[in-house]
């Protein structure tokens, strides 16, 4: 299967296909592997990370809203981290909550960079709790592995620094909380 396609719910097979044509594929790679994801009873495999330069603003224009927030989604797992942060940021301005897009948002969340955890907390605080619930509820196997991510960073970067000594301080830990909130589904 075409990793781009596999990358989103299968209802959005035609957009990931516009999306993808939009991308300056002389220079495009995705890294070996995808992480795997079940929601809205169906798995996708998002990208671990992506290599690509950015896409042009006015081809960016000429995209529906969907689209526009896939292609927010992918350079979400840019190799950059610059560029991870500006397009979290315009996936955020679209407003959208999506179970797939909580996941590309949250896939960030799991990773090292606290200025992006720090963006990421009160989008989740403000996030539809029915989302949420089903996203945990999806796949709690995969919940638990961002949970551990989370623990680890914390663990190896902030746990001994002078700054967010405590678990009550890091960001990640509000995240997790805010996302068991109303579940059924205990920490596995």
């Not at 070996?32 to 998002?46: D, F, K, L, S, W």
């Not at 896939?107 to 990421?120: F, K, M, P, Q, W």
């Not at 746990?159 to 509000?174: L, T």
Request: proline share 5%; glycine share 2%.
């Amino acid at each position: 299967m075409n990793r781009w396609i596999a990358a989103f719910p299968k209802r959005y097979e035609q957009d990931v296909r516009i999306v993808q044509a939009c991308l300056p594929f002389a220079w495009t790679r995705l890294s070996p592997g995808a992480i795997e994801v079940n929601t809205e009873h169906e798995q996708i495999q998002i990208p671990t990370r992506l290599y690509v330069p950015e896409v042009d603003s006015e081809r960016i224009k000429q995209l529906t809203s969907t689209q526009k927030t896939m292609l927010f989604c992918l350079y979400t797992r840019h190799h950059d981290g610059h560029i991870r942060e500006r397009y979290l940021r315009q996936l955020l301005k679209t407003n959208q909550q999506d179970e797939w897009i909580l996941i590309y948002i949250l896939e960030l969340a799991s990773e090292y960079v606290r200025e992006i955890v720090d963006i990421i907390v009160p989008v989740i605080e403000q996030w539809d709790p029915e989302v949420k619930r089903r996203f945990v509820e999806d796949d709690p196997a995969y919940m638990k592995r961002i949970e551990d991510r989370m623990i680890s960073y914390w663990n190896a970067y902030y746990r001994s620094s002078g700054e967010r000594r405590s678990e009550a301080d890091y960001p990640g830990f509000q995240i997790i909380k805010s996302l068991r909130e109303n579940t059924s589904v205990e920490e596995v």
